[in-house]
């Protein structure tokens, strides 16, 4: 069972550079290599969380005139493993505080939506596949159409020929995005490093079968029917026996409408008129053997 992949593009790539004073401009490196492709770049050198939230509200602003921005991050990132909670994983230089990706979304997220839900975002840091913590539950739409990242920590020779192989795949040779993705993985030069692709969709979708699995029918869902049972007997409170007898087929109407609540609103209808692919299939939700690109 095949769950697509969604639709992106981008008119040009918005060059993110947040980097320590002694670090290579990496960024202005990439601008000048797309530039030989004759793709239209805009850097950006940034020093601070707040010079990053103010291109990315420019960028918003400029959608109708510009066009749809490929935001690409040119910075450090810390691994979510090492911190106490993984959304607390940030990019940005030991100069400055950083900017936590969970934060990053919520300024990614009105950008994708003026972009019609097509943006690509490029995380090229140590770590950068983070990005995908700026997806947030009940909190707003959805950051990305898709995100590209680091799964691991990078060397910088692999970094750079990667992002070079990726951008040469999608821009020169006019790829597709997963093939693209290939390429740039076999850039890689150290045993372990990983390059990773996600559709907003697919992340969507694995955050919704967390709660689905949690409230699935048979001995999860009878035992939060027995918890409930309980905290309202507790409470001194006489529960009739239909109201027993209903409390499984309750939860689980529950359950299904909070999944429904969570996909609508990070999809809502405009991206779902849209794009197809924003359309949820109830069977992604149920079935444990889907497959993702």
Known sequence: MLMPLLKTSFNY??????????????????????EKFGVPTCLAQCRSAADIREVMRRARQHVAMSGIPLVHIESHGSDPLQTSDTRDAQFGTNAAPGL?????GQHLAPLNAACGFELLVVAATCFGY??????????????????????????????????????????????????????????????????ELIGSTIYALRIMRSV???????????????????????SGVEVPAQVIDEMP?????NRDARIRQMWNLWFPEAAQQKHEAYRLNWEWVERADFVTP
Request: hydrophobic share 40%.
């Open 212 to 234: 689905y699995n949690e409230y699935r029918e048979g001995a999860n869902l009878s035992r939060q029917a027995g918890e409930l049972l309980k905290d309202l007997t507790d």
């Open 100 to 104: 936590a990706w969970a934060e990053f």
């Open 130 to 195: 983070a990005a995908i913590n700026g997806m947030k539950v009940f909190q707003h739409t959805a950051p990305f159409a898709a995100c590209v990242g680091f799964s691991t920590k990078i060397g910088p020779g692999s970094l750079h020929d990667s992002m070079k192989e990726l951008y040469r795949s999608m821009c020169h040779r006019k790829e597709p995005l997963q093939d693209a993705i290939a390429a740039a993985g076999h850039e890689l030069r150290e045993p372990g490093e990983s390059v």
């Open 13 to 34: 790539v918005l060059i993110l550079e947040w980097l320590d004073e002694e670090d290579r401009r990496t960024g202005k490196e990439l601008q000048g290599f797309l």
């Open 249 to 253: 087929t309750v939860l689980a109407r």
